[in-house]
């Protein structure tokens, strides 16, 4: 792969962190980066909580210098409000890229005409994009999918209106709205998305290991990866693919060890922004992504669902693997 340009930054090997809501905050960002993530974006943050400084967005707001550069992802409905929350994230100069979402599937998202209901209304997903553009100096993307369902495929078509509005990059995640996760990424989509326009394009979905990685930038060409639900439990995957990327050669599995350790570090960020009442209930749906696939695995779940405190993870984690 090529270096990624945006604004005054370039990534040298661009494999990104997917916005993920309840998974791509402060803490797990923090962890991704350490392992070589060169880019996270942050979990959705709603343009109308910033407009009414609303308590939780604030913080979701927040961002710690370890893990810059940081793209911060909102969504909204209306360009005002948009416009309003762009340039409020770049006056508090917690972010470094702002990512706009057209991509959420999520029927409380989609019914508010937000996220990927903007994919069957071009022209608010225009007034929109313009908005934005013309309230912020910060590098802007958008993430959006192939379409709304099968029949109304326009991602090429949303693509070009957000290359001419002014729109710095594009990711594409390769399903239509009505197929949420369903199905297999449609990496020949997306290559059509990629000879439609002259900006970067970022390729998401499906890419779990190094040939979902190498298949997918053979189809698309993409100037960029983003990994989604495969780095759920799984920050090694940009070690891993960035490895990859620069001799070929697949890196060995984490040891139980090392989960072991990623994991109560991850509970000890949790715990230190959000507290521990809400840290270790966060943490039980991480852990058992941490060790899935793994023996035991559902028996591990369960346990980790009863975990009232860091001692009782780690003492699970001792008595699993005796570690």
Known sequence: ????????????EPVFLA????VTDTAYRVIAHDMGCPLAFAEMVSSQGIHYRN??????????????????????????????????????????????????????????????ALMRDPKRAEEILTAIRRATK?????????????????????????????????AVHGRTREQFYSGNADYAAIAEVKRAVGIPVIVSGDIRRSADLSRALA????????????????????????????????????TLAERAQVILRHLDLLIGYKGEYIGIREMRRHAAWYT?????????????NRAASRKDFAQILHDAWEI
Not at 1 to 12: A, E, V
Not at 102 to 110: F, H, L, R, T, Y
Not at 149 to 166: H, L, Q
């Open 55 to 116: 308590e939780h967005t604030m913080k979701m707001l927040r961002t710690e210098p370890d893990e810059r550069p940081i793209a911060m992802q909102i969504f909204a409905k209306s360009a005002a409000m948009a416009a309003e929350a762009a340039a409020y994230i770049e006056e508090i100069g917690t972010a470094d890229i702002l990512d706009f979402n057209m991509g959420c599937p999520a029927p409380k998202v989609v019914k508010n005409g937000e996220g990927s």
């Open 219 to 254: 189809v698309t060409e993409a100037d960029a990866v983003m990994i989604g639900r495969g780095a759920q439990g799984n920050p090694w995957i940009f070690p891993q693919l960035i490895h990859w990327l620069r001799t070929g050669e697949d890196l060995p599995p984490p």
């Open 292 to 304: 899935r696939g793994l023996a035991g695995s559902a028996e591990l779940r369960e346990q980790f």
């Open 19 to 22: 916005p993920m809501a309840g």
């Open 138 to 170: 910060l590098p802007f993307t958008v993430k959006i999918r192939l379409g709304w369902d099968d029949s109304s495929r326009n991602a090429a078509e949303i693509a070009k209106m957000a290359e001419a509005v002014g729109v710095d990059a594009v």
């Open 1 to 12: 792969m090529k270096p990624f340009k945006i604004g005054p930054f370039t990534f040298d």
